[in-house]
């Protein structure tokens, strides 16, 4: 039975060397990250309403910035990634990068040919402004006073970023899942600055079944008394809200990846053989789904994960611009957009519909379905048949060939 002190305990022990919040803090080693001061005279303007200034920026680069600066490529992480796209970190939690097997010399996002970006996104928790970030006004986290933010609001952070170090026109804005969010805003809001986007496992704006998942994903965090409304950072290790965010991140990872993949690698297996008449004996898929959601909690931070799920709720390219075909109409660059045919998350009629309009309003715009057991996480996992429509997509389009 659980706890008078923590209703939401499990019966089973959870750890309790969990720190309250997994960001990244002032003090904490660097690794690989370089950071930018953004919006220090005037306050950006969030979609909202609201303002924030003084934003810190943390990105990560790789390979050289032609004379000309035009073999820049941004990339767009999704929900819990970060800046550290590629190569071994050496100072952060993710060890090697989130997208290794596509970015790096001779790999689909070549490093001997293009200059790779990618940034902390506005409201993350790993070196750019977020809910763990000190409120000036306060002189304490954010946490959840930290404002609503947008995909949009997202974008202008990372335009901001791409001025500070010289470039005017991206080569290619490519992401997934939510970092393909980020590059239909980017050639919508700056059509002009953009040759070419590769939006991945993504939509033109989130279904009700995609928000009904991170709702209820929100609520399991709000709902852990140790989340504290949002005021944890001071909490001593196994004293934060990780128990509710494990089980957010567990219940998220199910629609990450596939019925048939979870077959395939569990079936019915047990973690203890011969036990299963016990409440809490476990199935082997049930062990995977309480690593992950620690894994998480260690790394992340659960006021960060909370406001980058409502940014995603709230992408919709047709708000303020009467419809999705309008704001498509906006779009000046080649589109690739690719589908994980398992992808029962970001099912593939949505970047169909991508294709579909974008060819409707007379843009260029190609379409591949990656066959893959491994669901919604096949934009990450399946980096060789990702890898190879990508990289001839931004093979063609350094050519001038699109």
């Not at 953004?38 to 003084?54: A, I, K, Q, V």
């Not at 954010?142 to 991206?170: C, K, N």
């Not at 994903?217 to 140790?226: E, S, T, Y």
Request: aromatic share 10%.
């Amino acid at each position: 039975m659980a706890s008078d002190e923590h209703p939401l305990s499990h019966p089973r022990d959870w750890p309790t060397d969990v720190p309250a919040s997994g960001a990244w803090k002032p003090g904490d080693p660097v690794g690989n990250r370089q950071f930018v001061e953004l919006f220090t005279e005037r306050p950006m303007m969030l979609e909202g309403g609201e303002s924030l200034g003084n934003i810190t920026c943390a990105y990560e680069t790789w390979g050289t910035l032609s004379p000309t600066a035009d073999n820049a490529v941004l990339v767009c992480h999704a929900l819990t990634g970060e800046s550290h796209a590629a190569g071994q970190n050496t100072g952060g939690p993710q060890g090697d990068g989130w997208w290794k097997d596509l970015i790096g010399p001779g790999l689909a996002i070549d490093t001997n040919r293009y200059f790779v970006v990618c940034a902390n996104v506005l409201g993350g928790c790993q070196g750019t402004t977020g809910p763990a970030s000190i409120n000036p006004a306060t002189g304490k986290p954010f946490g959840a006073a930290f404002p609503t933010v947008s995909i949009r609001d997202i974008v202008r952070v990372q335009a901001s970023m791409a001025t500070h170090l010289g470039i005017e026109t991206w080569m290619g804005v490519v992401g997934g899942s939510m970092g393909g969010m980020q590059v239909l805003e980017w050639a919508l809001m700056y059509p002009d600055r953009v040759r070419s986007i590769a939006p991945i496992a993504t939509t033109l704006g989130s279904s009700a079944w995609q928000i009904s998942w991170s709702a209820v994903g929100r609520m399991i965090v709000a709902l852990d008394p140790k989340w504290n409304g949002g005021d944890y950072y001071d909490a001593a290790p196994g004293q934060g809200p990780h128990v509710g965010f494990a089980i957010a991140r567990s219940l998220a990872q199910i629609t990450y990846r596939s019925d048939e993949e979870f077959e395939s690698r569990f079936g019915r297996s047990l973690v203890e053989p011969h036990q299963i008449f016990g409440s809490w004996d476990r199935f082997q898929v049930e062990s995977y789904l309480d690593y992950h959601g620690v894994k998480l909690a260690r790394r992340f931070d659960a006021n960060s994960y909370l406001t980058l799920n409502k940014a995603m709720d709230l992408h919709d390219v047709a708000r303020n611009r009467q419809s999705r075909q309008c704001a498509l109409e906006r779009l000046t660059a080649p589109v690739l957009t690719m589908s994980i045919s398992s992808d029962t998350l970001y099912h593939p009629y949505q970047q169909q519909e991508i294709h579909d309009l974008v060819t409707a309003v007379g843009g260029h715009s190609e379409y591949h379905v990656v066959e893959s057991p491994f669901g919604h996480d096949g934009f990450l996992v399946e980096g060789d048949a990702v890898g190879a429509k990508l990289g001839d997509f931004l093979e063609r389009v350094h050519k001038g060939d699109l």
